[in-house]
Every structure is written in C-alpha cells, then in structure tokens.
T-cell receptor, first 114, second 115 residues
Framework: TQLLEQSPQFLSIQEGENLTVYCNSS?????LQWYRQEPGEGPVLLVT?????EVKKLKRLTFQFGDARKDSSLHITAAQPGDTGLYLC??????????????FGKGTLLTVNP | EPEVTQTPSHQVTQMGQEVILRCVPI?????FYWYRQILGQKVEFLVS????????KSEIFDDQFSVERPDGSNFTLKIRSTKLEDSAMYFC?????????????FGDGTRLSIL
C-alpha cells in the first residue's frame, strides 16, 4: 500500500512569513500533484510535477519533486491571508494508464494571520 | 471554465437503504473517478471508470458499491445497502485521459450521512 505523509499537519503563521510543507513517501510515484481544498469544496489542482528534481513556480508558490520521485515540497514566500486553506499532496500511480489513480496525503491546514 | 458537478450536495439516508450519488463530468473527459473522504481522514480512491468499464478499484469498493454511466453525461455511484461507516464526503473526478499529464478535476462532493 502506498502512503503519503504530509507535515506539518497544522501550520499557523503571520502574514509575510515564509513556509514549507512536506510530502514524503517510501514509494515512487509517476507524478505528484498539489491540491488546495476549501471547506465544503472539492480539491482544486495547483500543480503537477512529473520529473525527478523538477521545480515549478506559481507566483509565490514553489513546488519541488524529489530526485527519487518519492517526496515533494511546497514553499510559500511572503504568505498572505488568502493562502489560508488545506493543502493536499497526491501521488499518481498506475502502470497501464487506464489504472492511473491518486493517493492522497492527509493534508496540511495552513492559517495565515493578518 | 468547465467543471464537474455533483448532486445532491448533502444526502441523509437510513442505514440499509440504497443511495445513488450523481456526477456530471466535464463534457470532453473520458476517464471518471470516485473518491471518498471520511471526516478527519484523507481522500481515498474508490474506483476509476473508462469506456463503460471499471478500470481499477480499491479494497473499499466491495460488492455493495457499483458505478454506472447511464447516459452520455451522468456518472453515478450506487451503494446498495448503506452502513454507518459509509458516512463520508464522496468526490467525483474526471480527466481527459489517464496519467500524470492529464489533471483530474474534482467536483465539490456529496456529503453522505447514514443514520
């Protein structure tokens, strides 16, 4: 069974601070997605990383996929209250294409205080 | 932007009753998924569906569960005889094709409460 561990589970910071959220596994994934989920809504995709060592930037958010494709990190620079939410990582697996599925971590609940 | 829609947003059902959760995937998507999230726990894969067949299913997806695409637009999840532990948020997702290049788009979920 593939597992993804996210840390920290909860994070409360002040506006303007930087933060990093981690997503770790003992398994190799073909891809790693980061989603953001608001209360009462479904996960919304932020980014997909596919290649080991890949780094993607989305404004103040920087996503990195580990060289061995077992771990990933999300770094937010100068956090704003609008960044508050639940951040989920999800690993993609499935060798035959049609059996592709996502394995989710439990998420990191981020609160950015003004 | 096209989106996945799910109905109802909240379903309350007596234990032992059948329940059908409905989803309308994005129109040009070919792969469909159901996930569930028990309160306080992670989102878990249930089943994937393509070309009117189940592609993959998890251990959770036992004989009490079934999926169907009854027409060209709807994708349904049926739980035949609900149990208390089926209480959860159920998310439908769709993608154009499978694989990491094609993102899965999620609906806002149906909250299923079993009494």
């Amino acid at each position: 069974t593939q597992l993804l561990e996210q840390s920290p589970q909860f994070l409360s910071i002040q506006e303007g601070e930087n933060l990093t959220v981690y997503c770790n596994s003992s398994s190799v994934f073909s891809s790693l997605q980061w989603y953001r989920q608001e209360p009462g809504e479904g996960p919304v995709l932020l980014v997909t990383v596919v290649t080991g060592g890949e780094v993607k930037k989305l404004k103040r958010l920087t996503f990195q996929f580990g060289d061995a494709r077992k771990d990933s990190s999300l770094h937010i620079t100068a956090a704003q209250p609008g960044d508050t939410g639940l951040y989920l990582c999800a690993g993609g697996s499935g060798s035959g294409g049609s059996n592709y599925k996502l394995t989710f971590g439990k998420g990191t609940l981020l609160t950015v205080n003004p | 932007e096209p989106e996945v829609t799910q109905t109802p947003s909240h379903q309350v059902t007596q234990m032992g009753q059948e329940v059908i959760l409905r989803c309308v995937p994005i129109s040009n998507h070919l792969y469909f998924y159901w996930y569930r999230q028990i309160l306080g726990q992670k989102v878990e894969f249930l089943v994937s569906f393509y070309n009117n067949e189940i592609s993959e299913k998890s251990e959770i997806f036992d004989d009490q569960f079934s999926v169907e695409r009854p027409d060209g637009s709807n994708f349904t999840l049926k739980i035949r005889s609900t149990k208390l532990e089926d209480s959860a948020m159920y998310f439908c997702a769709s993608s154009r094709y499978p694989g990491s290049v094609w993102p899965q788009h999620f609906g806002d979920g149906t909250r299923l409460s079993i009494l």
